[in-house]
């Protein structure tokens, strides 16, 4: 009887010792998910405050209905960025853009970084406002970079706009509400920096950004194009557009 007693025992050790090993194997295996899915272990936008961001003038900021707001009732003296603290390499990002009223110019900054203590950005910016839509723009640096009018052809003035940025290496594709807008190849470009977001020097103005998705290392796919039709759409930066 003792002996049957010391079976069970070690069965009963051998079928707990099997059960932590499958618990510790399928928590690496999340893990290794997590990386190989590209989600930042820092969250980017928790949809309630702006923890995370920050702006040399928090006033300009907030966030209601889980968008980030910028706004001003009055003369903007010079460009506005609130920054996130979430760096970005090869990345895809989904937001929603609505900016009141269409003439004001807006953006989005990405792989970039501030240049002073105003927190102005130096580093790409994917441009929002009327006749800039869906256009490839570079802060502070080279200026226009691709100033096609795709994006521009379908936007919806005075509603909210579906914007999506995708940079791998140095290939940069936008769209906009699933347009192809951008896609270029810029050798001189920057391959990591920040997202921020602008409010434009001018009169007084509403921009919402509503954060759908950042998908860091993401697979070559936008607006309905694989990998090939995307890589076929590209064309080389040499010098600035006039």
Sequence with gaps: MKSMNIIKTSRTGNSVHFLIYIFLVGIIF?????????????K??????????SSSDMSYWSVRDKAIIGHSNVTVAKNQFLWSDVEVKDFYLSVDVLLQPN??????????RKID???????YQADAGQGVWGKLYHEHGRKKIDWTN???????????????????????????????????????????GYIAFQIHSGEEQTVRYRINKLVHN???KLAGLNRSALIKKLKPVQKNEP
Aim: charged share 20%; no cysteine.
């Design 117 to 123: 203590e105003s927190g102005q950005a130096l580093g």
């Design 44 to 53: 980017f936008f928790n949809g309630k405050d702006l923890t995370g961001w």
């Design 150 to 192: 795709q994006g521009e052809r379908a936007v919806k003035k005075g509603l909210w706009n579906h914007y999506e940025i995708l940079a791998i290496g140095h290939k940069i594709w936008t769209a906009i509400n699933g347009t192809l807008s951008v896609a270029v190849e810029d050798s001189l470009g920057e391959l990591s």
């Design 30 to 42: 999340l893990l290794i998910s997590f990386k190989s899915d590209g989600v930042t272990k820092k």
């Design 218 to 220: 993401p697979p070559m």
């Design 103 to 112: 003439d004001r110019n807006a953006g989005i900054q990405f792989r970039s």
